[in-house]
């Protein structure tokens, strides 16, 4: 079954940096284009960035350019986020997600907190 697992949040303070990461399973995975998102509380759930299957090509919000960088290991069936000069309002749960046949995969989820 298709399995998407994220780690890395954490706290951190402003102007910190973190890496998320989300191993998948379950489906070929260098086949897919692959999702983040995020949720702050009380907030609906936002795009954050996408990275293309094989060319590595990638986009994002456009509040996040310049401070986030999504990438792929395809050998490790493997997805990042850096995120670099964190800010409070970052302050959200972060997903992985793929589309696999019109159907929309999630993992649980990683807690970032950016707090002084």
């Known amino acids: 079954q298709v399995q998407l697992v994220e780690s890395g949040g954490g706290l951190v303070q402003p102007g910190g940096s973190l890496r998320l990461s989300c191993a998948a399973s379950g489906f070929t995975f260098s086949a897919y284009s692959m999702r983040w998102y995020r949720q702050a509380p009380g907030k609906e759930r936002e795009w954050v960035a996408v990275?293309?299957?094989?060319?590595?090509?990638?986009n994002y919000a456009d509040s996040l350019k310049g401070r986030f960088t999504i990438s792929r290991d395809n050998a490790k069936n493997t997805v990042y986020l850096q995120m670099n000069s964190l800010k409070p309002e970052d302050t959200a749960v972060y997903f992985c997600?793929?589309?696999?046949?019109?159907?929309?995969?999630w993992g649980q989820g990683t807690q970032v907190t950016v707090s002084s």
């Open positions: 990275i293309s299957d094989a060319s590595g090509w990638a």
């Open positions: 997600h793929v589309n696999l046949r019109n159907t929309n995969y």
